[in-house]
């Protein structure tokens, strides 16, 4: 990218339901999804569930002309599902695996298997560095009893924490993938605000797909009505998310989505629809990069602190909600442990009676005996694994709503100085007495 040149880039996102044996049609869906990519000639693909390597290599094989660059992003037991493929040159990549997925014992939903994680990919776009993220996120299955709402919170949570540790040097940020949350869900504000990340769907200039943007439509034939309850028509749970840094300016021109089943085919692409967003680069001069610069830090008003604030606060409190299930979930393992423990020596008490009395029988059945022993053996070896694995969800979740606190410290400390800067609007000075009533706070709670 020449100084003074525009630049379009087209990215492309998709939740490919790629699991083997299970999901329908998986063979000629990802021959569809391959002749797709090959046609459209699209600069960065980002891919999610594709679970199996041979299913990515097999793609690779097909784009190997068109997309001369990728990467599988490897992790869990059967994967992370994760992968991209690039037409610019892949110089490093990076996978980070989230600390909450769900519970091991839910096999038939199988998130805690995949090892849900947010790979990262560094390419040069010409003289840009585009640091370029794909990311799936723990599924929703219940909306009105959401039990894993505090994992998805700390997962979102540790992404945009990832996004803005690891971006620090690049000239621009894409994201892009299944997030499983809603535009207003309180992970997705959490991520966008955090890290000002800008919404391709909102940005557009111009769209055409589903309405309202929508990725899980119900007009899909490989979506049950249950699975978008209480949404009527679907839901906006996947994302092309991107930002630009002072060197460049990115705008979306366009973005564009499947429309469910694919003409003269039987069936869709898979069972989440595809984005297509067409970006446009802009390189800013020297001058316009001061005063952009200049523009950018107005953007962290005391308005968006105490937006900051709000949020946080309200994904600790979630957080804190899934503390208090975890750390009950343990106290009934540990206390079933223990009877299962008890039970075993009393029954080795039993067993131990005809040694001290001689010549005295057993008083149960031999085989009775066993088929007990065995059962508080399994109760104690059980209740022992689910023990240690809820200790860990129990410190994650302590780690994470330890860090914020932290991050709310800090926040309201940047909110006691801001008026050292420039006088505040009315509303804003409403919005910091709020923040910084005495007592409605303390950061070491």
């Given at each position: ?63 190997a ?76 299955y ?10 998805r ?32 869900d ?31 439509i119900?007009?899909?034939?490989f ?13 906006r ?78 994904a ?128 070491e709670?």
């Amino acid at each position: 990218m020449a100084s003074g040149d525009t630049v379009r880039l087209r990215v492309f996102s998709l939740n490919c339901w790629g699991i083997r044996y299970l999901s329908k049609h998986c063979p000629q869906r990802y021959v569809m999804i391959g002749d797709l990519l090959s046609r459209e000639q699209h600069d960065i693909v980002l891919l999610q569930e594709v679970w199996s390597e041979s299913d990515f290599v097999s793609l690779k094989k097909k784009l190997a002309s068109s997309h001369t660059h990728s990467h599988y992003f490897k992790s869990g037991v059967i994967g992370s599902g994760l992968a991209i493929f690039s037409k610019h040159r892949i110089h490093d990549a990076f996978l980070y695996r989230y600390s909450l997925n769900g519970y091991p014992y839910m096999v038939h939903q199988g998130d805690w298997f995949g090892g849900k994680a947010v790979g990262m990919a560094i390419l040069n776009i010409g003289s840009l560095k585009a640091h370029v993220y794909v990311t799936h996120l723990h599924a929703e299955y219940c909306r009105e009893k959401d039990s894993y709402l505090p994992h998805r919170v700390v997962q979102a949570w540790e992404l945009q924490q990832f996004i803005r540790h690891t971006s620090g040097g690049a000239d621009m940020v894409i994201l892009g993938g299944d997030l499983n949350m809603h535009p207003q869900d309180l992970g997705t504000r959490l991520l966008r605000t955090y890290t000002s990340l800008r919404d391709s769907y909102v940005e557009s200039a111009k769209f055409d797909g589903c309405e309202d943007g929508l990725t899980l439509i119900a007009d899909n034939p490989f979506i049950s009505k249950k699975e978008i309850v209480p949404f009527e028509k679907g839901m906006r749970i996947d994302y092309i998310l991107f930002k630009g840094a002072s060197k460049v300016d990115v705008q979306c021109e366009s973005l564009s989505t499947t429309k469910g089943s694919v003409p003269d085919h039987p069936f869709p692409y898979s069972d989440h629809e595809a984005l297509t967003a067409e970006l446009r680069l802009e390189p800013v001069s020297q001058t316009q990069a001061g005063d952009g610069q200049r523009a950018m830090e107005p953007d962290c008003t005391a308005g968006k602190l105490a937006e900051l604030v709000d949020i946080v606060t309200e994904a600790r409190t979630e957080v804190k909600v899934g503390l208090h299930c975890a750390e009950g979930m343990r106290y009934t393992a540990a206390r079933t442990g223990v009877m299962g423990l008890a039970l075993l020596l009393l029954e080795l008490a039993i067993a131990a009676v005809p040694w001290l009395a001689l010549g005295a029988e057993q008083p149960f059945p031999r085989a009775s005996f066993y088929l007990l022993g065995a059962l508080c053996f399994a109760i104690l070896l059980t209740t022992f694994m689910l023990y240690i694995f809820y200790t860990m969800e129990v410190k994650s979740l302590q780690g994470a709503e330890d860090q914020m606190r932290l991050a709310v410290g800090s926040l309201q400390e940047k909110l006691r100085g801001f008026p050292l800067a420039r006088p505040l609007g009315p509303q804003e000075h409403s919005a910091l007495d709020t923040e910084l009533e005495p007592g409605t706070f303390d950061p070491e709670e």
